[in-house]
């Protein structure tokens, strides 16, 4: 195995990144790599979905602008000819979902992080695919990454994604929601609360809930905090539940995430949650809202732990300014009144005036948008070339 090693952004050049972001609209303009024009790529390796942002250097126009399921699926033995979309035995992303019932379904990640290398591989080259760069195109990637990844994980990627990108920076994840949810046009504002200049950012995804202290400056270890109760393990639980309450059901782990996605709350539930389901051929209801509540409000509470110690990490003279900005992002942030309950908590735990957004439907697109935002940013010195 080939082990290659990326290097991170240090915090004087992250300093100098913020600096130098330019207003919306400008292109920050970038030299031409050796064999040709280059593309930088914004991209957000996701557990469930994984987001791909690219532009050529010296263009404010994207390129490429995709959001694809994380998934890999592999046709079963025996299925006959014709059956699959071009009789393709291996599928991606929405395509592999919409004809899951005749794959054995892969996913490349497991708790943020490269689960199935050979899934993994074969999803990158599916990428490679549809940024499709044109002869002589050098490629650069800012890639997220979950806050605190270790040496391994980051070797993993880098393995996966060498073929798919020449050169390539690794940045946490929640440093990057950040920079991507950022509102350059309200820089000037006094009244506006830049996340970077001083925020919580809470990203709860599939595999890991990632915190980080964003405080205009690339944050170290200690600024970060990844927990490894995420969207997949309320999946777990809500299984379980139904399994215990309705055995017969018989429910895929799809269908209980696409339940989950459609009726999760913390707190009250806005009305009664009664999903219909088509069981043994016959339309059945099933009473949800209580499982449903109790498994949500298991995160929650470790949200809520987790953001007490990271303010505690946080100077005494910075967290009246970072109360009013701790920000929500990730699949887990749409979880109904999760923001609200949330800054309940915070509040009744004496702490003051706290203020808990959420990032909205956009969330699956700020991790790959501040990757492309870094990458035009991004120093020569601070690329490090891919090489099988």
């Known amino acids: 195995m080939r082990t290659t090693f990326v290097t991170p952004l240090t915090a004087e050049t992250a300093k100098d990144l913020q600096r130098k972001t330019a207003p919306p609209g400008a292109v920050e303009p970038a030299a031409k790599g050796p064999r040709g024009d280059v593309l930088l790529v914004g991209f957000d390796l996701g557990t469930n979905s994984s987001c791909l942002k690219a532009a050529y250097a010296g263009s404010g126009d994207l390129a490429v602008n995709e959001i694809i399921p994380t998934v890999v699926g592999y046709a079963n033995e025996g299925i006959v000819e014709n059956l699959l979309p071009n009789n393709e035995r291996v599928l991606f992303g929405q395509v592999a979902m919409q004809n899951r019932v005749y794959l054995r379904v892969v996913p ?8 199935d290398v050979a899934a993994a591989r074969d999803f990158a080259r599916h990428l490679r695919q549809v940024i499709d760069p044109p002869p002589g195109t050098e490629t650069r990637a800012v890639i997220g990454v979950p806050a605190n990844a270790g040496r391994a994980a980051r070797e993993s990627l880098c393995d996966v994604v060498t073929g798919l990108f020449d050169k390539a920076i690794l940045i946490p994840e929640p440093f990057l929601a950040a920079l991507g949810y ?19 950012i809470v990203d709860i995804g599939a595999g890991t809930t990632d915190l980080c202290l964003v405080q205009g400056y690339f944050p170290t270890s200690e600024d970060q905090l990844s927990l ?28 209980v995430r696409e339940i989950k996605e459609q009726h999760s709350y913390v707190g009250k539930p806005d009305a009664a949650i009664a999903v219909s ?3 043994g051929g ?25 953001v007490k110690l990271m303010i505690a990490q946080a100077s005494t003279d910075t967290v009246a300014e970072l109360m009013q900005n701790i920000i929500l992002t990730g699949g887990g942030s749409r979880i109904r009144h999760l923001d609200t309950e949330l800054q309940r908590l915070l509040a009744e735990d004496g702490y003051e005036k706290p203020r808990v957004q959420a990032v909205g439907e956009s969330y ?25």
């Open 108 to 115: 490349p990640l497991s708790d943020g992080v490269i689960g």
């Open 182 to 200: 950022r509102d350059e046009a309200r820089l000037s504002d006094p009244a506006y609360l830049d996340p970077v200049r001083n925020s919580l």
């Open 228 to 255: 490894a109760f995420a969207g997949d393990k309320v999946d777990a639980l809500l299984d379980e539940a139904v399994r215990k309450s309705y055995p017969d059901a018989n429910l895929s782990l799809m269908k």
């Open 277 to 279: 389901l088509v069981i």
């Open 282 to 306: 016959k339309l059945r209801k099933l009473d949800l809202g209580e499982a449903l509540g109790q498994c949500c409000e298991q995160l929650l509470q470790r949200v809520f732990d987790a």
């Open 364 to 388: 699956k697109e700020y991790v790959a948008q501040g990757a492309l935002l870094a990458a035009r940013q991004a120093k020569e010195s601070q690329w490090t070339r891919l090489t099988a």
